[in-house]
């Protein structure tokens, strides 16, 4: 069982940038590939952004390739989120999510393990 606590988010301008952080309880967090998610209101959940259990590899949505980085910290136990050059449009609340068996990096019926999700909201 893994339990995961996310913090960070809020309100920022545009073009700022904002840090969310994911962490986990639990044991073997080095095996559990990670993701963050995020879901808009009226829309989808939409995946954001993924790593593997060992941290060296990372998925990006292309809506944030370049502008976000996903990393992975195991000996803290946690997963980070650096949104860069944010825009309105990336205002959503966003969610980090953990599996420990690997599926799929977008799809979020392959994760077992949900944060609370955190809002950000990005004002122009």
């Known amino acids: 069982q893994v339990q995961l606590v996310q913090s960070g988010g809020g309100l920022v301008q545009a073009g700022g940038s904002v840090r969310l952080s994911c962490a986990a309880s639990g044991r073997a967090f080095s095996n559990y590939y990670m993701a963050w998610f995020r879901q808009a209101p009226g829309k989808e959940r939409e995946f954001v952004a993924a790593?593997?259990?060992?941290?060296?590899?990372?998925v990006y949505a292309d809506s944030v390739k370049g502008r976000f980085t996903i990393s992975k910290d195991n000996a803290k136990n946690a997963v980070y989120l650096q949104m860069n050059s944010l825009k309105p449009e990336d205002t959503a609340t966003y969610f980090c999510?953990?599996?420990?068996?690997?599926?799929?990096?977008?799809?979020?019926?392959?994760?077992?393990?949900w944060g609370q999700g955190t809002q950000v909201t990005v004002s122009s």
């Open positions: 999510a953990a599996s420990r068996i690997f599926i799929s990096y977008r799809d979020a019926a392959g994760y077992n393990y």
């Open positions: 790593v593997s259990g060992g941290g060296g590899d990372t």
